[in-house]
């Protein structure tokens, strides 16, 4: 019934271009009433397995609203932003079970979607648990939608782990065979795409590289925001920006290398590894001249 009764109002609605997913509560007078009882407002426990239940169930009303776009066959939505779930705070998160479609009508649905976006912003709470529990269908999943979205100009793909640093476990030796860069597709090519922002993302140097040369004529704005590789160092990623590319924005944002040298060459704790960081951004001097301002964090 919710999801008809949402394309039936697609029917004379002509000016709706976004959607926002928000994971906390909304203290609307107006709405209250009405909404109270229709889109979940949190769990108690921040756990795996609450937030399963809460958010992969085939009936939430964000995947009617997408189910609605699709029926009704409504092609104006031209953003997608799904807001993050700030630390401490009570709701309910978005996950990659949000992808897991029980039916070809609901991957036709998120396609439809996608298909038309030129702002994508993900803000996706990932435990990696989950990944034994279907993880991999659903990610495949998106990876697909993000396939189709050939009118991107905007995407943002930040991935929040809270069970564990991928990057502290891949400096001691230990990756997974799938880092998260592939499994979600990042090897393709948006042919508008302007702007582009990363957080939380396993990489080698060769792969960002590629993503950068791939998207040099047309991109403007590059974050990596807590990101890490396991092979190369930053060192050549930002050689390449600075004189091959006119990025501007570009920042680094306590990004993390694989193996990072210190004065006896190990660490005595992961504790250690998590506070050696490197921050730094472009700036243009007077004379055109494009240098990159770099820090390296190491926190006592």
Known sequence: MLLQTIARALEWTTNLTTIVYSPR???????????????????????????????????HPFRKLIGALYVSQYTGIRE????????????????????????TVDFQAGKHLFKHLERCELNIKHWTSEDHDGGDIRIAALRKMLAIANELRHLALHIFDPQQDLDTR???????????????????????????????IHAGTE??????????????????RRCSLYAGTWADIVDEVVYNTRFLPFVLDSVREGMVPTGS?????TADLEEWRYEGHIEVSKDSERNFVSALLWRQ
């Open 25 to 59: 509560p909304h203290k609307i007078p107006v709405e209250a009433k009405v909404v109270r009882d229709l889109i979940p407002r949190g769990v108690a426990n921040d756990s795996p397995r609450l937030l399963r239940v809460s958010v992969s169930q085939v009936e």
């Open 170 to 200: 891949m400096a001691f030796g230990t990756h997974p065979t799938s880092p998260m860069m592939s499994r979600l597709g990042l090897q393709m090519t948006w042919p508008k795409l302007r702007s582009l922002s990363l957080r939380g």
């Open 265 to 269: 060459g190990t660490f005595e704790s």
């Open 80 to 103: 997608l932003r799904v807001e993050a779930l700030q630390e401490g705070e009570v709701g309910t998160p978005f996950t990659f079970a949000f992808f897991d479609f029980p039916e």
């Open 207 to 224: 792969q960002l590289l590629d993503l950068i040369r791939r998207h040099r004529y047309t991109l403007t704005s590059v974050l990596f």
